[in-house]
């Protein structure tokens, strides 16, 4: 079945720093690849999205990679601040439903000062 | 975009009996979604609500267990029905961001479900 995996350990890094998120896919090749940033005790908020044929996508001091060979995307935050703590989650749609997603369970990043 | 507000946000309930979340969105959308997350894990679909017709559940859910209403196009509600401790969860609606040529979701604040 599709499948998607993160890291599940917290990443936990210095105020600063470039934090790198990873995201691996097994059984499908997404068309496109999604990154959501979720809070404690809210939804999730769409952060970046990346297609097939984009090696790389950047918005400010986010930037998301996507190799179809390894079946990887990778999310970086540079100069990274406490306000970026959080969860961060990436998802695909699944073959044949539009708007179905399925998504990874999310890696929570602690920003320290 | 979308603001989504869902009620409530959060309910502990006993064993046995139902809960019924409701989902307003701000904008008149096609198809709404509705979501669980259980204590560290991902987001899973439950089911896909468009108005007007029968609710579109995912392998695992069924409508017995989580009645769908979906009766106009800002509005929608999922029903938890006898509950079980294993129910306890997070349950998230969402809608699609139609405004983009590709599917992002905006999604609501969730409603945290205790089960006694």
């Known amino acids: 079945s599709q499948k998607i995996e993160q890291n599940s350990e917290a990443l936990n890094i210095q105020e600063g720093k470039t934090a790198t998120l990873t995201c691996n896919y097994t059984n499908y090749s997404p068309a496109y690849l999604q990154w959501y940033r979720q809070d404690p005790g809210r939804g999730p908020v769409f952060l970046l999205l990346?297609?097939?044929?984009?090696k790389e996508k950047r918005k400010e001091r986010l930037k998301v990679t996507f190799d179809t060979t390894l079946k990887q995307s990778l999310f970086h935050i540079t100069a990274s601040q406490p306000a970026d703590s959080a969860t961060y989650l990436c998802a695909f749609h699944g073959s044949g439903n539009t708007g179905k997603l399925i998504f990874g369970q999310g890696t929570t990043l602690q920003v320290k000062p | 975009s979308a603001v989504i507000s869902q009620k409530p946000s959060r309910d502990i309930c006993q064993r046995g009996t139902s809960l019924t979340i409701q989902c307003q969105v701000d904008s008149q959308v096609t198809m709404m979604f509705w979501y669980r997350q259980q204590p560290g894990q991902s987001l899973t679909l439950i089911a896909t609500?468009?108005?007007?017709?029968?609710?579109?559940?995912e392998s695992g859910f069924v409508i017995d267990k989580f009645p769908i209403s979906r009766p106009n196009l800002t509005f929608s509600t999922l029903t938890v029905s006898n509950m079980s401790p294993e129910d306890s969860s997070i349950y998230l609606c969402?809608?699609?961001?139609?405004?983009?040529?590709?599917?992002?979701?905006?999604f609501g604040p969730g409603t945290r479900l205790t089960v006694l």
């Open positions: 609500a468009n108005q007007g017709s029968e609710a579109t559940y």
């Open positions: 969402s809608v699609e961001n139609t405004g983009a040529s590709t599917d992002t979701q905006y």
């Open positions: 990346i297609r097939e044929n984009e």
